[in-house]
T-cell receptor
């Protein structure tokens, strides 16, 4: 069974630029998560989707971050404009349902200069 | 919201020895406590979890204990091997919803 796929794996941008990350969850998984993992810290949930609806986005900085999950499958996370403090690994995870085990992708390492 | 603290931040053990990582949580309603292992360049992977109706759970060389009264839980790895070297995260949640992670423990197993 294929795991959670993410691209790109690495991205370097200058502050005030925009960037987008893509996630393809495990087939059949209804729940999709985006986490931000700053160096030396644990993952922090940014947004949770159930199918194509948002369940929780309370920790998403909505003035600059946006996310969507088209047709309840793939998802994109966008940052516009980026700030230095957005440098982190962005992890996507999926689970069969909201109470199921979360499977993480390899992450996208973002560096904002 | 939930606050999870994890100690130590780094742990170096001799191959064959045991490793213990401890976490405390703040929300007494939390009832699900998973542990994740993260290897370099990879996402976290669930290695064991425990629910609040159980005090201890074991899976081969890995065990987790939970003390609900004190609001702390621990990961125990016995007979450590070089492949156990990784970053380990504890987490807590209420009814499997919205995991709150600790800051992580970097475990190094010396050959």
């Amino acid at each position: 069974e294929a795991g959670v796929a993410q691209s790109p794996r690495y991205k370097i941008i200058e502050k005030r630029q925009s960037v987008a990350f893509w996630c393809n969850p495990i087939s059949g998984h209804a729940t999709l998560y985006w986490y931000q993992q700053i160096l030396g810290q644990g993952p922090k949930l940014l947004i949770q989707f159930q199918n194509n609806g948002v369940v929780d986005d309370s920790q998403l900085p909505k003035d600059r971050f946006s996310a969507e999950r088209l047709k309840g499958v793939d998802s994109t996370l966008k940052i516009q404009p980026a700030k230095l403090e957005d440098s982190a690994v962005y992890l996507c995870a999926s689970s069969l349902d909201a109470a199921g085990e979360q499977y993480f992708g390899p992450g996208t390492r973002l560096t904002v200069t | 919201g939930e606050n999870v603290e994890q100690h130590p931040s780094t742990l170096s053990v001799q191959e064959g020895d045991s490793a213990v990582i401890k976490c405390t949580y703040s929300d007494s309603a939390s009832n699900y406590f998973p542990w994740y292992k993260q290897e370099l360049g990879k996402g976290p992977q669930l290695i064991i979890d425990i629910r609040s109706n159980v005090g201890e759970k074991k899976d081969q060389r890995i065990a987790v204990t939970l003390n609900k009264t004190a609001k702390h839980f621990s990961l125990h790895i016995t007979e450590t091997q070089p492949e156990d070297s990784a970053v380990y995260f504890c987490a807590a949640s209420v009814n499997d919803y919205k995991l709150s992670f600790g800051a992580g423990t970097t475990v190094t197993v010396r050959a």
